[in-house]
């Protein structure tokens, strides 16, 4: 008889939980695994007739596709310049932040509210900035660094996709920066300022090794989120000039929809970004979580 609550209990909780699981497989385990057959087939998405070619699309993709492979040389390029700059800038925010007194929900409001707009949105409005209000603004003001081929040059192109990625980015970082913050204990911050010690000392030996859970998870959001980049390309270059700033997503979206309907193959591309994420996301939680047990 005691043990009749807990199975009771079991069952309405399965039961609250199983419309949110019968979406989850239906909308996502079910196309997932659906991908892995169809990169394995010649499909083309319309034809209702196939045939199944086992691995050649990822042969194809991996020694023949020039574009693809430049197009992961370029992902890989715009990670690691996301990995590095928006964690470094979401920690520099939340430090300079939490420093004031008065002021603190306004700049939180302030730099969070990017990640409330489209990154499809608001990568139209930084094209309009970077194609008229930076032209204009130079003519008025004489700044001709800032009339440039934003959009045309394929060097000052990618520099505007990390301009805004960072804008629509940054802000959900801080936030969790600033609750990892919140979290270290005030009587060790008042025992580094007995010692004697600096903010920079404080930073380095005290700030930093109490938030490395809080970097953990930001290094694994900023890695997850910039090898599936889609909409800042798209919105800003689609892609050019050229495949100059061709990221996998929209080699795979091309592939797919805009060339040739390839959809098996395109199904084959994603499957390989999906075990490139896959194996860096391990290694990487593998490192971060030793450095936190060392510290």
Known sequence: MAGNPITKRTVILLAFVLPALVFYAFFVLA????????????????????????????????????????????TLKYVIAMVILQNVFAIMLAVLIESRRRTKSLFRTIFFMPNMISLIIGGMMWLFIFTKVLPDLAGRTGLLFLDQSWIGDPRLSFIAIIILSLWGGVGYLMVIYIAALQNIPDHVKEAAAIDGASGWQTLRYITMPMILPAITIGVFLTLNSSFKVFEAVFALTKGGPGRATQVIALNIFDEAF????????????????????MAITFIQLAIMKKREVEA
């Open 31 to 74: 196309p997932a695994f659906g991908g892995i057959w169809y990169s394995m087939t010649d499909w083309n998405g319309v034809n209702p007739a196939y045939s199944f070619i086992g691995l050649a699309n990822y042969r194809e993709a991996m020694i023949e596709d020039e574009n693809f492979l430049k197009s992961i040389g370029f």
């Open 258 to 277: 805009s060339q040739s309907n390839r959809y098996g193959y395109a199904s084959a591309k994603a499957m390989i970004l999906f075990l490139i994420v």
